[in-house]
T-cell receptor
Framework: DQQVKQNSPSLSVQEGRISILNCDYT??????FLWYKKYPAEGPTFLIS?????DKNEDGRFTVFLNKSAKHLSLHIVPSQPGDSAVYFC????????????FGQGTILTVHP | DTAVSQTPKYLVTQMGNDKSIKCEQN?????MYWYKQDSKKFLKIMFS???????INETVPNRFSPKSPDKAHLNLHINSLELGDSAVYFC????????????FGPGTRLTVL
C-alpha cells in the first residue's frame, strides 16, 4: 500500500523553462512534506519542505505547493537548469511518527541545454 | 568534510553470509536512521535510533540488527543474507527526533549472489 505516489517516472524540460514535479498521498494524517533530490551514486539531499498549515513555500528557484483537499503537492523549479537533472523524491511524515519519512518512488528530471 | 559516511560503498557476498555496514555522522545529530531502497526504487525506513535508543523498527526481519555504540554511529549487521536483501542501504541523520529534514549518506549497494 503505497501512501505516497509520484505517478510520472520521468520528466524532460528545456533549460530556462519551468519544471513541475507532482506527488499524491493517501494518508490524511501526514502533516509535513519534503522534497529530496538525488544524483546517481549519492544519497538524497534535502531540498525544500512544507508544513500542512501552509499551502506554499518558496526557496529561491524552488517552490512547493500543497493542496490538502486534493492530497497533492507539487515542486516547481523556475528557471530549470541542466544541473537540476536528478531524481526527485517526495516524502511525507506525521508529527507523531518520530521522524519516519514515507517516500514516493521518484521522478527522473532531465533538463536539456 | 563528509557529513554522513557509510562503509563499504559496495558489498558483494554469497547467500548465507553475515555482513555489516557502518555509518558515521559528524553533524552532532541525535537521531540516525537506516533506509532500504529496493529494486523498484522505493526508499523505506528500517530503523531509527535517538541517542543510542531504538525508536523505530519497521517490520524488518530479525536477521537485521542495528547497533549504535554512540550517537554518532549506527551500524547495520545482517545475518544469513538472502537474495532479497540485495538493495541499496542508506544511512541518515537528523538534528533531533522530531526534525524531518534528514541528511543521507551516499548509500551501500549490497548484492547477494
Amino acid at each position: 500500500d503505497q501512501q505516497v505516489k509520484q505517478n510520472s517516472p520521468s520528466l524532460s524540460v528545456q533549460e530556462g523553462r519551468i519544471s513541475i514535479l507532482n506527488c499524491d498521498y493517501t494518508n490524511s494524517m501526514f502533516d509535513y512534506f519534503l522534497w529530496y533530490k538525488k544524483y546517481p551514486a549519492e544519497g538524497p539531499t534535502f531540498l525544500i519542505s512544507i508544513s500542512s498549515i501552509k499551502d506554499k513555500n518558496e526557496d529561491g528557484r524552488f517552490t512547493v505547493f500543497l493542496n490538502k483537499s486534493a492530497k497533492h503537492l507539487s515542486l516547481h523549479i523556475v528557471p530549470s537548469q541542466p544541473g537540476d537533472s536528478a531524481v526527485y523524491f517526495c516524502a511525507a511524515s506525521r508529527s507523531t511518527s518520530y521522524g519516519k519519512l514515507t517516500f514516493g518512488q521518484g521522478t527522473i528530471l532531465t533538463v536539456h541545454p | 568534510d563528509t557529513a554522513v559516511s557509510q562503509t563499504p560503498k559496495y558489498l558483494v557476498t554469497q547467500m548465507g553470509n553475515d555482513k555489516s555496514i557502518k555509518c558515521e555522522q559528524n553533524l552532532g545529530h541525535d537521531t540516525m536512521y537506516w533506509y532500504k531502497q529496493d529494486s523498484k526504487k522505493f526508499l523505506k525506513i528500517m530503523f531509527s535510533y535517538n541517542n543510542k535508543e531504538l525508536i523505530i523498527n519497521e517490520t524488518v526481519p530479525n536477521r537485521f540488527s542495528p547497533k549504535s555504540p554512540d550517537k554518532a554511529h549506527l551500524n547495520l549487521h545482517i545475518n544469513s543474507l538472502e537474495l532479497g536483501d540485495s538493495a541499496v542501504y542508506f544511512c541518515a541523520s537528523s538534528q533531533e527526533l522530531a526534525r524531518n529534514e534528514q541528511f543521507f549518506g551516499p548509500g551501500t549497494r549490497l548484492t547477494v549472489l
